[in-house]
């Protein structure tokens, strides 16, 4: 069964979440916030990170770039509610440079049960694909 860590702030973001994986047969562990996340990332394997970009303590980018470096082969979905770029609107797109820190897969807020269990899977299988090839 594989195992999940959500890192979120929002506790209904983290509610959601959880059900909507554990009802998929995902093991999921719940952080409420960066540092708990990292806490649990020390003292746990996991297969999966989802972890919000925008948390209290800690800046943005900083818990992107800092999770990757802590478990760089575990699959990092970075997940946001912030404003994105548009094409009339020049702000930055949080996500992409998400995904420039090493983030395997950007979920913008709200987003579906559906797409949530893509972006999930599609890491799982990556990472599966990976140790097959290096296996064999």
């Known amino acids: 069964m594989p195992r999940i860590l ?17 009802r998929q047969d995902f093991e999921v ?11 649990a990332l020390e003292g746990q394997a996991f297969d999966l990170m989802l972890v919000d970009i925008f948390m209290p303590h800690m800046r943005g980018f900083e818990s992107i770039r800092i999770f990757h470096e802590r478990a760089p082969a575990v699959p990092l979905v970075a997940m946001s509610g912030y404003a994105f770029a548009s094409l009339n609107a020049p702000a930055p797109d949080f996500l992409k440079m998400a995904l420039e820190l090493g ?34």
């Open 6 to 22: 959500v890192v979120d702030d929002d506790p209904l973001v983290c509610s959601a979440v959880q059900l909507c994986l554990e």
């Open 103 to 136: 983030a395997s897969r950007c979920l913008r807020k709200p987003f579906t049960p559906a797409a949530l269990l893509m972006a999930v899977r599609e890491c799982l299988s990556e990472t599966d694909a990976r140790g097959q090839r290096d296996a064999g």
């Open 29 to 39: 562990v719940i952080a409420d916030g960066g540092e708990a996340g990292l806490r």
